[in-house]
């Protein structure tokens, strides 16, 4: 049997963070993990998978000790987001309003991952196991042990649930989900564009879904494309050239000139765990709660538990291991989650109406929304967890 603080299963963006600011306290730290990203080279094309990290997020890395390493990969700052259905009415945000350099950085999930994995080097308090995976799980009041699929056995007092939407972990703690299917899919499409790097972030809404650029490193950028199953996989099979001409035909033409160079497509789910945690067992980020990416909050919900998880261990002093931790963790993160859900998806139900009087009294709210002063900078502050 071998013993540790805490152990964490999965060693993503999220589970990463955790293993770097819990060892930074002084923790015994394993991370279990089936499989690590390739290596960062910068000839690299860009991967398909970026997330919109916020101020706050930032500012977690920046403690975890990983900042410095994104900063020598690729990360592409933005200033400027715009919201629209019909033109004339939209709502605009901008750094400049809450006297920020930027609103946040379009970044690539692996690199901020390898960047949290560099920074894990430096604790000789983290040991991770790697290819690994979880095959059993038991608890006593105390501690949990896992069994690996090398037979290793790992006792700890935590276990940290950092693996995903369809979470093992999850499953062997015997924590139920509540799945809602948005009979949507989400396409994403890379593509090299004809001017040089943006600083805004757009989205329109169209009847059968929206369609969103986020600006990336050089003259790179990232689509996002939000329609009914069978028409995103009609897309997906499309060359990288038939496909250009079907974005040009239903994208804006503030496009601009571009081509295509990488595709995919996975369907859109909202999930929320029944409990946040069973004994000793803790969920963080997906394996806790999944969330329309409309807002691209999920990575920022994420870091938002981690976050609430190691203040929480920080203030506890010497009771960091007792259960009460883990109801603090749900009675503050359960909340917020919830909260973020259930506007993205009143969001969501809104603008997939196509009723003519709702139509027009929602770009209305929109239009109001841009003049809202006050409240659209309190709204701007909290997505970007400033608040």
Not at 56 to 63: C, D, G, K, Q, T
Not at 361 to 375: F, H, I, W
Request: with cysteine; charged share 20%.
């Amino acid at each position: 049997m071998e013993h540790c603080d805490i152990a964490i299963v999965g060693a993503g963006m999220v589970g990463a963070a955790t293993a770097c600011l819990l060892a930074s306290q002084g923790l015994s730290i394993r991370v279990i993990e089936t499989q690590l990203p390739e290596p960062y080279a910068p000839e690299q094309p860009l991967d398909l998978r970026v997330s919109a990290i916020s101020q706050a997020s930032v500012a977690l890395l920046e403690r975890a000790g990983a900042w410095q390493h994104l900063q020598q990969m690729r990360l592409c700052p933005y200033r400027r987001l715009e919201t629209w259905e019909l033109e004339g009415f939209a709502t605009r945000f901008d750094a400049a309003e809450l006297g920020l350099p930027q609103l946040g950085y379009i970044m690539e999930n692996r690199l901020v991952q390898l960047a949290l994995l560099k920074r894990m080097e430096d604790f000789p308090n983290i040991q991770t196991h790697t290819p690994a995976a979880v095959q059993r799980l038991r608890q006593s009041a105390d501690a949990a042990v896992l069994t690996l699929d090398d037979g290793t056995e790992l006792q700890a007092r935590w276990v940290l649930a950092c693996d995903g939407a369809e979470s093992h972990t999850r499953r062997l703690a015997g924590i139920g989900v509540s799945r809602f299917e948005y009979r949507q899919h989400c396409m994403l499409i890379n593509i090299d564009t004809d001017f040089e790097q943006e600083d805004i972030t757009w989205q329109q809404f169209t009847p059968s879904g929206p369609r969103a650029f986020l600006p990336l490193p050089g003259k790179h950028g990232s689509l996002v494309w939000y329609d009914s199953p069978a028409r995103i996989r009609v897309l997906s099979a499309m060359s990288n050239e038939s496909l250009a001409t079907e974005v040009r035909r239903h994208f804006p033409a503030r496009l601009g000139g571009f081509s295509v160079t990488a595709k995919g497509s996975f369907p859109l789910v909202r999930r929320h765990a029944n409990d946040y945690h069973a004994g000793r067992v803790v969920l963080l980020g997906d394996s806790a709660h999944t969330i329309n990416p409309l807002a691209g909050q999920g990575v920022n919900l994420g870091f938002k538990d981690v976050a609430c998880w190691v203040e929480l261990l920080a203030k506890a002093g010497n009771d960091w291991h007792l259960l009460a931790q883990a109801e603090r963790y749900e009675r503050r993160r359960r909340p917020d989650n919830l909260l973020m859900q259930s506007g993205m998806d009143l969001f969501y139900g809104v603008f997939s109406n196509e009723i003519g009087p709702l139509r027009l009294a929602r770009n209305l709210a929109l239009n109001l929304a841009d003049k809202a002063g006050p409240l659209k900078e309190m709204a701007l502050r909290y997505a970007l967890g400033l608040v």
